[in-house]
């Protein structure tokens, strides 16, 4: 005698459709988090992240929007005077 194969845990399981859009909107937060993790390291890590082939060129790579922010804060810091000037 053979047994029906076991359905609930695809219908009830993690990648089940009525666990999916939360499971996209975690995947998304995670995302998002990471992302502005890394920016962090970054920003913190400037002086090393100078070039492509820099110490956190990987980390650049992941989060390419980075450095163009960076950048535009930096000038805007500059224009208003905030930035620390070392001698």
């Given at each position: 005698m053979s047994e029906t194969p076991r359905t609930d845990f695809?219908?009830?399981?993690?990648?089940s459709?009525?666990?999916?859009?939360?499971?996209?909107?975690?995947?998304?937060?995670?995302?998002?988090?990471?992302?502005?993790?890394i920016k962090v390291v970054l920003t913190q890590n400037a002086h090393l992240a100078d070039g492509?082939?820099?110490?956190?060129?990987?980390?650049?790579?992941l989060v390419p929007e980075w450095e163009s922010e960076f950048l535009s804060n930096n000038q805007a810091q500059s224009s208003a005077g905030l930035t620390h000037k070392t001698q």
């Open positions: 695809v219908e009830n399981g993690p990648t459709r009525r666990a999916m859009p939360y499971l996209a909107r975690d995947l998304e937060r995670e995302l998002a988090r990471l992302k502005a993790d492509e082939t820099c110490t956190l060129a990987g980390l650049k790579k």
